[in-house]
């Protein structure tokens, strides 16, 4: 059974700085591109970042490109997303999800590409 946990949630205030974690079991870690979501209150869950299973590839929200930067480490089975210049609009909910790639530098910005989510962490951005 895949599970996916997100930790490093929080309250911060704007301008500020947190980094999320996700750990992954369940599965070939090293096999799945990961992307992270976000979900504010009354509003769709959207994409945020993308990272394929190697690491080699990213891709970004145009809302966060050059203040939040995602990574791996396989051996951890664990991806990042290191968030800064933290601003109120960024407050909402972060969800990592996996999908299986076959591609070195795949990725994916679409949420019906994931086949696993995690439960989501807060992030709260005071202004």
């Known amino acids: 059974q895949v599970q996916l946990v997100e930790s490093g949630g929080g309250l911060v205030q704007a301008g500020g700085s947190l980094r999320l974690s996700c750990t992954a079991s369940?599965?070939?870690?090293?096999?799945?591109?990961m992307g992270w979501f976000r979900q504010a209150p009354g509003k769709e869950r959207e994409f945020v970042a993308a990272?394929?299973?190697?690491?080699?590839?990213?891709y970004y929200a145009d809302s966060v490109k050059g203040r939040f930067t995602s990574s791996r480490d396989n051996a951890k089975n664990t991806v990042y997303l290191q968030m800064n210049r933290l601003k109120p609009e960024d407050t909402a909910v972060y969800y990592c999800?996996?999908?299986?790639?076959?591609?070195?530098?795949?990725?994916?910005?679409?949420?019906?590409?994931?086949?696993?989510w995690g439960q989501g962490t807060q992030v709260t951005v005071s202004s």
């Open positions: 999800a996996a999908a299986r790639s076959y591609s070195v530098s795949g990725y994916y910005t679409r949420r019906v590409d994931y086949d696993s």
């Open positions: 369940g599965l070939t870690f090293s096999s799945y591109a």
């Open positions: 990272i394929s299973w190697s690491g080699g590839t990213t």
